[in-house]
T-cell receptor
Framework: AQSVAQPEDQVNVAEGNPLTVKCTYSVSGNPYLFWYVQYPNRGLQFLLKYITGDNLVKGSYGFEAEFNKSQTSFHLKKPSALVSDSALYFCAVRDGRGSTLGRLYFGRGTQLTVWP | DTAVSQTPKYLVTQMGNDKSIKCEQNLGHDTMYWYKQDSKKFLKIMFS???????INETVPNRFSPKSPDKAHLNLHINSLELGDSAVYFCASSGGQGNGYTFGSGTRLTVV
């Protein structure tokens, strides 16, 4: 069965400091991994994805994520947080074998707050 | 040009009414989805259609009925609305395994 865990409901960080939002996953085949961001009263926006290749993937707004197969993790990172990064972040996984008909499994979300 | 558009954006209605939410995508994607986001922000999949064919039907009351007239449209009709149906409903589309979803901006449904 596919699943995603985001162990922290909330992450608080000071502006200018590095941030990490954690995600671990479980899939039967090779994982396709995604991060999405949701600003208040908005839909989810794609940030970045890992399909194959380099374990460090770079995405929108200066975010990056590192795929770690042995730890089944895909943590989202940014070297220097901005107040405008405050939002709800979702990690998602899809089984790369294609047997799930494209369905993404989402984590429960992590609320990131960056304070000035 | 909005990629995935939902209408209406807000919907306030009384218990027992029937309402519909429409979704259209202009991305040429084959697969479309309906998700429900509750007050705790959890995302729960409801339905998925691939080329007008229903492929995912989660445990959803049969008061909820999706309809896909063509692969660019996926509408959601809800009969006999209940207070617990109040949530934000998101439509999304996907163009393939290696791609994620493109989401609409959501429909905030409030049942009073």
């Amino acid at each position: 069965a596919q699943s995603v865990a985001q162990p922290e409901d909330q992450v608080n960080v000071a502006e200018g400091n590095p941030l990490t939002v954690k995600c671990t996953y479980s899939v039967s085949g090779n994982p396709y991994l995604f991060w999405y961001v949701q600003y208040p009263n908005r839909g989810l926006q794609f940030l970045l994805k890992y399909i194959t290749g380099d374990n460090l993937v770079k995405g929108s707004y200066g975010f990056e994520a590192e795929f770690n197969k042995s730890q089944t993790s895909f943590h989202l990172k940014k070297p220097s947080a901005l107040v405008s990064d405050s939002a709800l972040y979702f990690c998602a996984v899809r089984d790369g074998r294609g047997s799930t008909l494209g369905r993404l499994y989402f984590g429960r979300g992590t609320q990131l707050t960056v304070w000035p | 040009d909005t990629a995935v558009s939902q209408t209406p954006k807000y919907l306030v209605t009384q218990m027992g009414n029937d309402k519909s939410i429409k979704c259209e995508q202009n991305l040429g994607h084959d697969t479309m989805y309906w998700y429900k986001q509750d007050s705790k922000k959890f995302l729960k999949i409801m339905f998925s259609y691939n080329n007008k064919e229903l492929i995912i039907n989660e445990t959803v009351p049969n008061r909820f009925s999706p309809k896909s007239p063509d692969k660019a449209h996926l509408n959601l009709h809800i009969n006999s609305l209940e207070l617990g149906d109040s949530a934000v409903y998101f439509c999304a589309s996907s163009g393939g395994q290696g791609n994620g979803y493109t989401f609409g901006s959501g429909t905030r449904l409030t049942v009073v």
